[in-house]
């Protein structure tokens, strides 16, 4: 292996959706120095990675000094001549985080000064809190903030026939978990919260006999609610029943 090794593999722009703060996993291979011939002295078991913040997705003029370091990567599992003869392959994963960023993107670059690695992926991903409805009101997509252990206050809106009882609010940790519940919403009168909605209730008010009515024809209408069907049958026991009694 040769000396003063500095070989670079860059990435291409990647946008940051708006996001403060990014996540980077890494799963690769490592060999073992020792079990390299001619390795001890020149051969390294880490690599660097770096990041440049910029709004042009065409920057390909980046020097090697602009970019600023993330870590040194090290690998947990190495892997020796005898793994390879069993076709085994011991991959390292590995997760960095960077942030606040402040630009739209951004690329990512790895250094390599001496080491006999193989990068199989890269995935770039941020955090962010689900949208979701608690206590009638709609908390909508929000994506963490640059802080580690901030917590981002989020107002919610009242679904659809529903007031406030006290403003909404939640807050968005940097897990991307809902904390700390505050206000709700209510439903209006004459609405019913159901699954998480303002229904409209179906309240029966009745004058008299239903029945009675001139054009009924054994079928009672409550409102706004479906209509349940009689028997024809059922009057004409009741009008038996009131002659009767006459």
């Known amino acids: 292996m040769e000396q003063n090794q500095n070989n670079w593999l860059l990435t291409s722009w990647i946008s940051n959706e708006g996001a403060s703060r990014i996540f980077i996993e890494l799963k690769f291979t490592l060999r073992d120095c020792n079990s390299l011939p001619g390795g001890l002295g020149t051969c390294k078991e ?3 990675m770096y990041y440049f913040e910029s709004n042009d997705e065409n920057g390909r003029n980046i020097k090697e000094n602009q970019y600023i370091k993330i870590d040194t990567i090290a690998a947990d599992e190495s892997f020796t001549e005898l793994d390879l003869g069993d076709r085994v392959m011991k991959l390292n994963t590995e997760v960095r ?9 951004f690329y990512l670059a790895f250094q390599d000064v001496g080491a006999c690695i193989a990068l199989v992926s890269v995935r770039v991903y941020y955090k962010k809190c689900p949208s979701v409805v608690r206590h009638l009101a709609v908390f909508p997509d929000t994506i963490t903030g640059a802080d580690s252990s901030q917590l981002l206050e989020v107002s919610g809106a009242c679904v659809n026939h529903s007031v406030t009882e006290e403003p909404p609010r939640m807050h968005c940790s940097a897990e991307g978990e809902w904390l700390v519940p505050i206000g709700k919403c209510v439903c209006q009168a004459g609405y019913e919260e159901k699954n998480g909605t303002c229904q409209g209730s179906c309240v029966v008010m009745c004058l008299g006999h239903p029945l009675e009515r001139p054009g009924n024809h054994g079928v009672d209408f409550m409102g706004g609610c479906a209509p349940i069907f009689r028997p024809q049958t059922e009057d004409v026991e009741r009008k038996s029943k009131e002659a009767q009694k006459e």
């Open 97 to 105: 985080d960077v942030g606040p960023l402040s630009k739209k993107g």
């Open 46 to 48: 880490t690599f660097n």
